[in-house]
Each structure stands twice: as structure tokens, then as C-alpha cells.
């Protein structure tokens, strides 16, 4: 402001009340433009005038910075520089001792120093209310100032700016699946199309808003409620409902040691599993706990998991391979805690240890003595097992079911001796013909010829004695009577030719029979004829 010079609300109801009442003879005085604007920091030119022609006083009174670059009888040319703010400079003047001024309407404009979208949350649930914050910074005029909220380029709401500084402008929206990964912000209209400017638009940066849904119910974990130790167990961890699932974490632990998990993603559900490994350290009662993260959120569950160390029963033999009635013990042990049965031990209050004693015979060979042991862990009983077998040394025998004595087979015919020999060790079995001590092949299927009939002696040898038994083998077939029949059949034929022949011949020695005894009529009657009768 000029030193003593008027308030500027006084002069500008100083000036308007000039304008209105005008000084003698009719003077007025004017400025132009009666209505600018300008951005800020710039300057501009005010001419200022006066109707009177009279020497008179003219000037502009105003808090800006001003410059007369040019006057006339009666006007001035002012220019005011670096304006910064909306002002109302005044032209006034004195012609004859009567003032007179005119107002001017200074518009400055500028646009937002700052536009910004207030940070969003980290992760918002669906379903949820979100409210948007744009807070504009600077910016005038104020009311040609509106701020619009987007989400990528969808207008979600617009407002004035206000007065307030900063000013901040809200729009509440509904969160959804959609909304994940979109980016949302803020814009400022500044528009001076009606003061023959343009629209000046200022955007804040973009922010991604990412959107969770998190189930309320907890994760399905599946797990064994006991873990021997040196064994190892899968436990899987399952959850549905997710979204989106791909940024779910999943945190799997066994008494505070992290499992290596792998983790399958379907479209809303997850499921992680993990191979569990019971260690000695490790024994007695372990949480087992799976917690799901998302949003910030977490939803776990837990199972309590026994680690316990339970070593098969302890199984022994006396002496594993003896000699037929020998006396055999069989002893099976089990740690404290845990009950064991033996097959064919005499029964007994259930204990740690159980015993069998026995007179081993050659049906013993090869028996196989079978020891469980129970123990109770974490209110489930597991179980060990062992097994030995028991050898028993025995001679050779050869008995009628295994190797039958009389055999009767078909000539021709398909068939396999079968004779078993037992023992322990393994005996060698051999069956010879008595006769000529032609071999019989065991176990072999042939075809049967007569010439193998006869009696023979199978013979069965180990290193703890030799056994022999009597075995027949008959063979049936029938004579070759082709040759004989053909032979009777050639005789009838010659029989009955024979015989044809013999009849023929008859015939026809009968017929040359009769033949010369009618010649030898005929001859005695022509003789007769011919021979003249004795007188008497």
C-alpha cells in the first residue's frame, strides 16, 4: 500500500460511491479492463481515464507493484507486476476539487501446488467401506476449483475444492473382488473457460489398491496324533475361501521348528503339506500348528503331536538250528510299558516278556515264532513285531503220500512220477529200476512206453542217512491185431472165391455130364434103329 493512502476496502467503497455520484459538470472516472485475470506472478496493464479536461489528478491506487509506462491529457497506463493475489486496484481522480474513482476486479489464477491421494490401506476386505482422501494443496480461484476421484479412468465422485487449505475431498466406496490390483486417484478441474481460458486439470500419482477375503474359519490340518522317532509323516494344512489366494502365506511349524512346505493353489482354496521327521530331541508332546496369512490377517489351527521312541521286541532262540528232539527256548522282551505276546506261549498275566519252551521235531523245521509288543502312547496303542524262524536237522523219509508205491499208467499217455523226498538238509532223490537199474526221471512229464514198466527203488540221501522205498510202475497197451484181421478177412475172401469157383466147376461138370449121357441115348436108339431083328 502507498504510505497514507486509505484502507483498500475503504477505497473500494470509496471508488464504487465515485462512480455512482460524479464529480461537477458530469466527470467520470474509468478503468480499463474493469475485469481481469491473470496467473500468478505475471503482470498486467490498467489504463486509467478521466472525462475531464481540465487539469486534473489522475492515478492508481492499488498494493501491487506498479509502473507508468504511458499517460495522455487525461489517462494513464499502469502496469502492475508479479501479481500475486486477487486485488481491487482503483483509479481515482480530481478534477476542480471534486474526486472520482473506478474499481477493477484483479482475478489471480494458479494451479494446485499439490494433489494427492491420501495412501491407501495396505490390504481392505471386501465387502468393506473404503473412503478415498484427495487432498489439493494451493489452487485459486477456489470456486472454479473441483476435485474428482477415479478408479482407473471411472469418475467415482467429484466435489469443490472449498476454502479450506489444504482442502481435502472423500468419497466412500464399497470394496470388491474387482477392485484388487485397480489403481485408484485424484484430479483437479480448474476451469476458466468462462473467463475466455481453458480447463487446467492436475492428477495426483496413482495408488494400487489391494483387496483380501479371509475366511472366518480356521485351516483343516490333518495329522497323526503320534510320531515314532527315525519315521516321518505327511501333515497337510488346508484352507477355502481365499482370495486372492495366490498371496496367501502359509506357516507350518512343529514345536517352534518351521516345516518345509510345498504349497498347491486352486482357484479359492490352498493346501500345504509337509513332511514331518520325529527326532530323539524332539520326543514327548509337540504342537503342531499351521497358521494362514492374508490381508494382515492370520486364521491357524494346532494338533498336539507324541514323538515316543518304542524299538521292536527283542526275539531270540536258544540255539536257532537243532538236531531233532532238542529242547528249544524261545524268549521275547519289550521295554517297560509294553505288553508282548508269543504264538504258542502258554498263556500269562500281560507283561514285558513272554516265554516258550519246546521238543523240536522235524514238523518244527522251518517254524516261524511271531512276537508283538503293544505299547499305549498319547491314548493310541502301537505296535512292534519281530519274527525268527527255527531250523530243524532231520533224516531222509520217503512216505506213501508223497511218493506213491504202485503207479498204472497208459502207453502213450502224458505223465510225471512224483515222489518227494523230505529232510534237512535236502536229500537227493534217485529211483532205479531193479532189473537193469535203468534211471526213472523224477518230476518230468514224458510220454509213456511200456519199456518203462517194472519195479524200481527210490532212494533218498543226505548227510544224515539214506531211506529207500519200493515203487511199481505198470503200463497198459493193447496187441497190434491190424495184420490178423486183415489176414482173416483175405481168407474169407478166398473162401468165398473158393467156393464160387468150386460151384462154377460143379455146374458145369453136371451139365457136360447130362450133355454125354443124352449123346450116348441118342447113339443106343439110332443104333437100335439100325440093326435088323432075329428071327426066331
Known amino acids: 500500500m502507498v504510505p497514507g493512502a486509505a484502507h483498500p476496502a475503504l477505497l473500494a467503497l470509496l471508488a464504487l460511491l465515485g462512480a455512482l455520484l460524479p464529480g461537477p459538470g458530469g466527470a467520470q472516472t474509468s478503468v480499463h479492463p474493469q475485469k481481469a485475470i491473470t496467473s500468478r506472478g505475471a503482470s498486467i496493464t490498467v489504463n486509467c481515464s478521466t472525462s475531464c479536461d481540465q487539469h486534473t489528478m489522475l492515478g492508481l491506487e492499488t498494493q501491487l507493484a506498479k509502473r507508468e509506462v504511458d499517460h495522455g491529457n487525461n489517462w494513464k497506463i499502469f502496469e502492475l507486476s508479479d501479481v500475486q493475489k486477487d486485488s481491487f486496484p482503483i483509479c481515482y481522480s480530481s478534477c476542480l476539487g471534486n474526486q472520482s474513482s473506478a474499481l477493477m476486479n484483479l482475478t489471480v489464477y494458479w494451479f494446485p501446488e499439490r494433489v494427492e491421494l491420501a495412501p491407501l490401506p495396505l490390504w ?232 516258550l519252551q519246546l521238543n523240536a521235531s522235524a514238523e518244527d523245521n522251518g517254524r516261524s515264532f511271531f512276537c508283538s509288543a503293544a505299547l499305549e502312547v498319547a491314548q493310541q496303542v502301537v505296535h512292534k513285531n519281530q519274527t525268527r524262524e527255527l531250523r530243524v536237522l532231520y533224516g531222509p523219509r520217503l512216505n506213501e503220500r508223497d511218493c506213491l508205491g504202485n503207479w498204472t499208467w497208459q502207453e502213450g499217455s502224458q505223465q510225471t512220477l512224483r515222489c518227494q523226498a523230505w529232510g534237512n538238509p535236502t536229500p537227493k532223490l534217485n529211483c532205479s529200476r531193479k532189473e537193469d537199474g535203468a534211471l526213472l526221471p523224477i518230476g518230468d512229464l514224458r510220454p509213456v512206453k511200456r519199456e518203462v514198466a517194472g519195479t524200481y527203488q527210490c532212494r533218498a540221501t543226505s548227510t544224515r542217512g539214506e531211506v529207500t522205498r519200493e515203487v511199481v510202475i505198470n503200463v497198459i497197451y493193447h496187441q497190434n491185431h491190424t495184420a490178423i484181421i486183415i489176414l482173416v478177412a483175405s481168407l474169407i475172401i478166398l473162401v468165398a472165391v473158393g467156393t464160387v469157383v468150386y460151384i462154377y466147376n460143379c455146374q458145369r461138370k453136371i451139365q457136360k455130364y447130362e450133355l454125354q449121357k443124352t449123346r450116348k441115348a441118342q447113339e443106343e436108339a439110332a443104333m437100335k434103329l439100325t440093326t435088323p431083328a432075329t428071327p426066331p
Not at 198 to 208: E, I, M, V
Open 124 to 355: 481392505q476386505p471386501v465387502g468393506e467401506n473404503l473412503t478415498l482422501r484427495c487432498m489439493v494443496s494451493s489452487g485459486a480461484p477456489r470456486d472454479h476449483l473441483t476435485v474428482v476421484l477415479l478408479r482407473e479412468e471411472e469418475e467415482l465422485g467429484r466435489q469443490p475444492a472449498g476454502d479450506g487449505e489444504p482442502a481435502e475431498v472423500t468419497v466412500t466406496v464399497l470394496a470388491s473382488r474387482d477392485d484388487h490390483g485397480a489403481s485408484f486417484s485424484c484430479r483437479t478441474e480448474l476451469d476458466l473457460r468462462s473467463q475466455g481460458l481453458g480447463l487446467f486439470q492436475n492428477s495426483s500419482a496413482p495408488r494400487k489398491l489391494r483387496t483380501f477375503v479371509l475366511p472366518t474359519t480356521d485351516p483343516h490340518l490333518a495329522t497323526y496324533p503320534v510320531l515314532e522317532v527315525g519315521t516321518q509323516c505327511l501333515v497337510s494344512c488346508t484352507l477355502y475361501g481365499l482370495f486372492p489366494v495366490s498371496e496367501a502365506e502359509v506357516h507350518l511349524a512343529l514345536g517352534g521348528r518351521r516345516l518345509q512346505t510345498t504349497i498347491t493353489y486352486d482357484e479359492y482354496s490352498l493346501s500345504a503339506k509337509a513332511s514331518v521327521e520325529g527326532k530323539v530331541e524332539e520326543e514327548g508332546v509337540q504342537y503342531l500348528m499351521c497358521a494362514v496369512n492374508l490381508g494382515g490377517q492370520t486364521r491357524s489351527s494346532g494338533e498336539n503331536v507324541t514323538i515316543y521312541s518304542f524299538p521292536a521286541p527283542n526275539l531270540t532262540l536258544s540255539r536257532p538250528e537243532v538236531s531233532e528232539w532238542t529242547t528249544v527256548n524261545v524268549e521275547c522282551e519289550a521295554q517297560v510299558g509294553a505288553v508282548v505276546m508269543l504264538n504258542g506261549a502258554p498263556a500269562r498275566p500281560p507283561g514285558p516278556r513272554a516265554q
